[in-house]
């Protein structure tokens, strides 16, 4: 299980070439070495936000989403949501759209800045934005909610288990006695147990962004995402197994976890390329 607390285990390794070419990234001298919670804000600088939005449309991510965490929210009578990984907004914006009163936090500033924007031009929506880090999330968030939203693959972003265990009593802190925490992660048993055997480049709406494995091992998935003008961005994440998140999950308090499979991927393959944890308080 990989529960490490500092470097990730590197036998076992499996990594393709890469032309390290990753504009206004700095991964350093080794990037494989690059294995830390704080690195995040570092590795979402402007032009991969900005690349990413351009080339995503979100009304076909909203079609390949469908309404699963919306429905979720309303099977549970949920009107307050706290959107923990607003990242560029679209889950934030959605949730506005249906109804929800939401607060959209973030530890990425201009994560945050280019969400506030997206809610004007998506809508008028004025996105209620706050600077936060998961691991001081009551300090810097204020209230009670009925649901945390943790989406878009985010929470691999921790590579300690000091810090996922943080995370997770600061998001159980601020739900209410009957609060839902949902939250997402990639299928990164498939990628660890199969290696590249399985390798498998993720198409996001259509081929203007893939997103591949370069490396991974039990502490480090290195992804490479290459867009349609030839540029190319990383992220250093670590490689959650499945069955590793819900128990955490229920350590942390959390009385039942339910776990769903997101068979909407372009690939014909019978394994998820996402998990869904739908984690209850009570
Ligand atoms: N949910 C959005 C989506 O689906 O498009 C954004 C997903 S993006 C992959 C991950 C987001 O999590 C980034 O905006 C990043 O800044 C944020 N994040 C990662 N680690 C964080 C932490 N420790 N505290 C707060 N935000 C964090």
């Known amino acids: 299980m990989p529960e490490s607390d500092q470097i990730g285990d590197r036998r076992n390794t499996t990594t393709l070439s890469s032309t390290e070419c990753s504009p206004g990234q700095d991964f350093g001298n080794d990037p494989l070495e690059v294995r830390a919670t704080d690195h995040y804000t570092a590795e979402y600088v402007t032009s991969f936000v900005e690349k990413w939005d351009e080339l995503i449309d979100w009304k076909r991510r909203y079609e390949s989403e469908g309404s699963f965490f919306i429905d979720q929210l309303r099977s549970r009578g949920v009107r307050k949501v706290l959107d923990v990984a607003t990242g560029t907004g679209f889950h934030s914006v959605r949730l506005l759209e249906e109804g929800f009163e939401t607060v959209s936090a973030d530890g990425s500033p201009q994560m945050l800045a280019k969400a506030f924007a997206n809610g004007l031009s998506h809508g008028g929506h004025i996105l209620r934005v706050v ?24 929470f691999t972003h921790l590579f300690s288990e000091r810090d996922r265990r943080k995370a997770l009593a600061e998001f159980y ?73 819900r128990r955490l999950m229920r350590e942390v308090g959390f009385q039942k976890v339910d776990t769903y499979g997101d068979f909407q991927q372009t690939y014909a393959d019978d394994r998820p390329d996402f998990y869904i944890h739908v984690a209850e308080k009570h």
């Open 131 to 154: 600077h936060a880090d998961w691991r001081w999330l009551n300090r810097d968030v204020h209230g009670e909610y009925d649901a945390i939203v943790c989406l878009g693959n985010s």
């Open 173 to 245: 802190a601020m739900l209410k006695h009957d609060g839902v925490l949902i939250l997402d992660q990639r299928n990164y048993d498939a990628i660890l147990d199969d290696g590249f055997a399985s390798k498998h480049t993720f198409y996001y709406c259509g081929e203007d962004v893939s997103a591949e494995p370069e490396h991974v091992d039990e502490g480090l998935a290195r992804f490479r995402y290459r867009f349609s003008d030839g540029s190319e961005y990383h992220l250093n994440m670590f490689p959650l197994r499945k069955d590793y998140v």
